[in-house]
């Protein structure tokens, strides 16, 4: 029996988790928060309340600067506050005094007038003054550096002894550890398969899973979460940047890391594809010629899905690894032997 030359290929799962894979893109960790830590006074350092490299919660000391000269301003600050409320209290008696004798034509009005101004006078010293003494206490407060992130803390600038102040530059930079951040660039082709799990899930990408290879080539266990789409096409590369949430429990993934994101679609079943050029039609629907492991042809009917490009995607028919015929179909019946050759030497 007469054996055919034909190019043929196997469908390939593309399933985003049993995965219709979308793609794998180099991304970027990138924390959710950073902070660089600066003093905000001028003053020696007292204490470095941390050890380098540890964690730190929100609200916890990181550095003390020496509190006496700032305490000392908060006592004069509320000196200041009781003697402006002193002499407020007496203006106010003085006018209290000079208005009834004045009631009583006993005073002339022009004393009056002077002391209703020496009353509004104290009265605005006692605004300024509680200012003063706020502004001292804030400044006092500023002498606790304190963490304003969950993090982990890396070197410090300054060690104990030394002068800082608002200049000084950074004395530490807190990097936020779980969640994390990936950033990775998808291409406008690989967009299709987004806005269709968008479509048929209300609520965003929750059928998108983002996978994480690592350096070494493992596999990141845990898996991330799309939460942003830029909004603009690098016209250059015809890309757009995706960002995606990842836990990072175990603190493996370090702001600045390379990563390779890899994008599935979460299903249940695995979906195929085949090349377009594969699906015949009749009036009974679509079908394919599938060779078997004998090397005989056999006609299945399958039913399709979406395009992806050059393919089709394959919703019922076909099992994933099976061998399709793509090229010198029309030289190829059901029932036949044929022989397998590889694309460059298939002459029908």
């Not at 399933?15 to 902070?35: E, H, M, Q, S």
Request: with cysteine; proline share 4%.
């Amino acid at each position: 029996m007469k054996k055919l030359g034909f190019r043929m290929r196997f469908p390939l799962a593309i399933c985003l988790v049993l995965p219709l894979l979308v793609g794998c893109d180099d991304g970027r960790i990138k924390a959710t928060n950073k902070v660089d830590v600066r003093a905000r006074v001028a003053g020696f350092l007292e204490k470095v309340a941390f050890r380098e490299g540890q964690d730190v919660k929100t609200g916890d000391l990181l550095y003390q600067i020496e509190k006496v000269q700032f305490q000392a301003q908060v006592d004069q600050a509320k000196a200041n506050v009781a003697s402006s409320e002193a002499e407020a209290t007496n203006a106010q008696l003085q006018y209290n005094r000079q208005f009834e004798l004045a009631r009583h034509q006993f005073s002339p009005q022009a004393t009056v007038d002077q002391n209703k101004a020496a009353l509004d006078t104290g009265r605005a010293k006692i605004l300024q003054t509680q200012a003063a003494l706020t502004q001292a206490q804030v400044n006092l407060d500023y002498t606790d550096i304190r963490s304003p992130i969950d993090g982990r803390i890396g070197r410090t600038a300054y060690t104990v002894g030394n002068l800082v102040n608002p200049s000084s530059g950074v004395l530490a930079t807190i990097v936020s550890q779980d969640p994390i951040y990936v950033l990775f660039p998808v291409s406008v082709r690989d967009l299709e398969i987004i806005r269709e799990a968008r479509r048929t899930e209300e609520g965003g990408l929750a059928k998108i899973d983002i996978r994480l290879r690592l350096s070494n080539g493992r596999e990141y266990p845990q898996r991330g979460v799309w939460n942003l789409t830029d909004p603009q096409v690098d016209q250059q590369t015809d890309t757009l940047i995706m960002r995606a949430t990842v836990p990072n429990p175990e603190r493996q993934l370090i702001d600045g890391e390379f990563v390779t994101a890899v994008i599935r679609e979460r299903r249940e079943e695995p979906r195929l594809v085949v090349p377009q050029a594969a699906i015949q039609i009749d009036q009974s629907g679509n079908y394919v010629l599938v060779v078997d492991d004998q090397h005989k042809v056999e006609q299945r009917r399958i039913q399709t899905g979406p395009n992806r490009g050059a393919d089709v995607v394959i919703t019922s028919g076909l099992k994933e690894g099976e061998k399709v015929i793509v090229d010198g179909i029309q030289k190829v019946r059901p029932g036949q032997i044929v022989q397998e050759t590889s694309a460059a030497s298939a002459g029908g």
